[in-house]
Protein backbone atom coordinates (compact mmCIF):
# COMPACT_ATOMS: atom_id res chain seq x y z
CA UNK A 1 0.00 0.00 0.00
CA UNK A 2 1.26 3.73 -0.63
CA UNK A 3 2.56 5.02 2.15
CA UNK A 4 2.87 9.49 2.17
CA UNK A 5 5.42 11.78 3.65
CA UNK A 6 4.60 15.76 3.59
CA UNK A 7 6.96 18.95 3.61
CA UNK A 8 6.95 22.42 2.91
CA UNK A 9 5.58 23.78 6.14
CA UNK A 10 6.50 26.69 8.34
CA UNK A 11 5.76 30.13 9.03
CA UNK A 12 4.37 32.65 6.83
CA UNK A 13 2.84 36.24 7.52
CA UNK A 14 -0.73 36.46 6.03
CA UNK A 15 -0.76 37.18 2.29
CA UNK A 16 1.86 35.24 1.96
CA UNK A 17 2.57 31.38 -0.08
CA UNK A 18 3.85 28.11 0.90
CA UNK A 19 3.71 24.99 -1.48
CA UNK A 20 3.29 21.88 0.18
CA UNK A 21 4.68 18.16 -1.13
CA UNK A 22 3.65 14.58 -0.17
CA UNK A 23 5.85 12.33 -1.61
CA UNK A 24 4.68 8.76 -2.01
CA UNK A 25 6.33 5.65 -1.94
CA UNK A 26 4.48 2.69 -4.06
CA UNK A 27 4.08 1.85 -7.86
CA UNK A 28 0.28 2.28 -7.71
CA UNK A 29 0.56 5.73 -6.44
CA UNK A 30 -1.15 7.06 -10.27
CA UNK A 31 -3.80 4.48 -9.69
CA UNK A 32 -5.61 6.59 -6.47
CA UNK A 33 -6.98 10.23 -5.89
CA UNK A 34 -5.42 12.30 -3.65
CA UNK A 35 -6.79 14.62 -0.66
CA UNK A 36 -5.47 17.22 1.13
CA UNK A 37 -6.93 17.83 4.58
CA UNK A 38 -6.03 20.06 7.62
CA UNK A 39 -6.81 19.72 11.40
CA UNK A 40 -6.19 22.68 14.23
CA UNK A 41 -6.41 21.17 17.58
CA UNK A 42 -9.65 21.04 19.66
CA UNK A 43 -11.17 20.64 15.65
CA UNK A 44 -12.19 18.17 13.56
CA UNK A 45 -10.14 17.07 10.08
CA UNK A 46 -11.39 19.53 7.48
CA UNK A 47 -11.42 19.22 3.68
CA UNK A 48 -8.80 21.67 2.03
CA UNK A 49 -8.89 19.97 -1.95
CA UNK A 50 -8.70 16.67 -4.36
CA UNK A 51 -7.77 15.76 -7.44
CA UNK A 52 -8.98 12.15 -9.01
CA UNK A 53 -6.31 9.59 -9.67
CA UNK A 54 -5.73 11.05 -13.82
CA UNK A 55 -4.79 14.68 -12.21
CA UNK A 56 -7.42 15.79 -14.80
CA UNK A 57 -9.94 17.06 -12.34
CA UNK A 58 -9.89 18.57 -9.25
CA UNK A 59 -12.20 19.84 -6.62
CA UNK A 60 -11.35 22.72 -3.35
CA UNK A 61 -13.05 23.37 -0.25
CA UNK A 62 -14.76 26.68 0.13
CA UNK A 63 -13.00 28.08 2.96
CA UNK A 64 -9.69 27.89 0.16
CA UNK A 65 -11.39 28.19 -3.13
CA UNK A 66 -9.38 30.53 -5.79
CA UNK A 67 -6.53 30.70 -2.84
CA UNK A 68 -5.33 26.79 -2.63
CA UNK A 69 -4.49 24.67 -5.94
CA UNK A 70 -3.77 20.80 -5.59
CA UNK A 71 -1.92 19.08 -8.37
CA UNK A 72 0.20 15.99 -9.11
CA UNK A 73 3.20 14.56 -10.95
CA UNK A 74 2.52 10.75 -11.62
CA UNK A 75 6.05 10.27 -12.76
CA UNK A 76 7.72 11.81 -9.48
CA UNK A 77 4.81 10.16 -7.00
CA UNK A 78 4.35 13.41 -5.28
CA UNK A 79 1.05 15.42 -5.05
CA UNK A 80 1.16 19.22 -4.34
CA UNK A 81 -0.86 22.18 -2.38
CA UNK A 82 0.26 25.64 -3.56
CA UNK A 83 -0.92 28.03 -0.88
CA UNK A 84 -1.55 31.44 -1.83
CA UNK A 85 -3.39 34.59 0.17
CA UNK A 86 -2.68 32.89 3.28
CA UNK A 87 -4.92 33.73 6.06
CA UNK A 88 -4.12 33.24 10.00
CA UNK A 89 -7.09 31.10 9.96
CA UNK A 90 -5.08 28.57 7.84
CA UNK A 91 -3.42 27.21 10.45
CA UNK A 92 -3.42 24.26 11.13
CA UNK A 93 -1.51 20.85 10.68
CA UNK A 94 -2.09 19.88 6.93
CA UNK A 95 -2.29 16.01 5.67
CA UNK A 96 -2.23 14.55 2.68
CA UNK A 97 -4.25 11.11 1.51
CA UNK A 98 -5.11 8.60 -0.60
CA UNK A 99 -8.41 6.83 -1.76
CA UNK A 100 -9.24 4.00 -0.38
CA UNK A 101 -10.52 2.84 -3.66
CA UNK A 102 -8.18 3.06 -7.19
CA UNK A 103 -9.21 4.80 -10.64
CA UNK A 104 -12.05 7.20 -9.02
CA UNK A 105 -13.25 10.52 -9.80
CA UNK A 106 -15.84 10.96 -6.94
CA UNK A 107 -15.97 14.38 -5.15
CA UNK A 108 -14.42 12.70 -2.06
CA UNK A 109 -14.39 15.51 1.08
CA UNK A 110 -15.12 13.44 3.66
CA UNK A 111 -11.70 11.34 5.66
CA UNK A 112 -13.09 8.13 5.41
CA UNK A 113 -13.05 8.19 1.60
CA UNK A 114 -9.25 7.79 2.55
CA UNK A 115 -7.21 5.22 4.08
CA UNK A 116 -3.62 5.92 3.79
CA UNK A 117 -2.43 9.09 5.31
CA UNK A 118 0.70 11.09 5.62
CA UNK A 119 2.15 12.46 9.31
CA UNK A 120 1.56 15.89 8.43
CA UNK A 121 3.53 19.05 8.28
CA UNK A 122 2.48 22.60 10.30
CA UNK A 123 1.55 25.31 8.51
CA UNK A 124 1.22 28.93 10.48
CA UNK A 125 0.25 31.85 9.79
CA UNK A 126 1.02 35.15 11.49
CA UNK A 127 -1.05 38.08 11.30
Known amino acids: QVQLVESGGGLVQAGGSLRLSCAAS????????MGWFRQAPGKEREFVAR????????VAGDSVKGRFTISRDNAKNTVYLQMNSLKPEDTAVYYC????????????????????WGQGTQVTVSS
Open 26 to 33: GRTFSMYG
Open 51 to 58: INWRGSSS
Open 97 to 116: AADLLPRQDRWATNPHDYVV
